[in-house]
């Protein structure tokens, strides 16, 4: 069974989460990077991603090195921005047809997730989601219990996908 990570990080909390996944279930990893990446710190930061979202903009992404088609099951892992998923799996979901796949979701956050793992769940129609998850912060808070909660739930999906 081929396994495929994929995910967008701008501080290294999903980072972190998506390498350990990808370690603990030894699967091949997909960070999609925008051409131009915002560059905003402090404050900022809110203001130019939450504009991103509000406008439904899909940034260019540097070319992949795999092609998501090509796995049985995906990981597709986002930072919580303006309480749904970030522009870059934006552009991913709509240049990327994903069909019949086995899909696990997740979220890193700091306290806003509302309803994001939903809007991922619909714009992953046409596919099985087999898990979701959600991390408040994962480098800063508890970064060990993390490690081992996101190590524990990805072998946990891998054992129920293979049945």
Known sequence: MK??????????NTK????????????DVLELKPVKEMNSK???????GGQKVIMKQKPELNPFNFNPVDYDVLFIGTPVWAFTYTPALRTFFSKIKLENKKIAIFCCHEGGMKKTLDKMKKALTGNTIIGTNDFFNPLYKNKEENELKTKMWAEKIIDEAEI
């Open 16 to 27: 972190f989460i998506a390498k350990t996944i990808a370690e603990s279930i030894d699967a």
């Open 42 to 48: 402090g404050f900022m930061k809110f203001i130019w």
């Open 3 to 12: 396994k495929l990570v994929v995910f967008y990080s701008y501080e290294g």
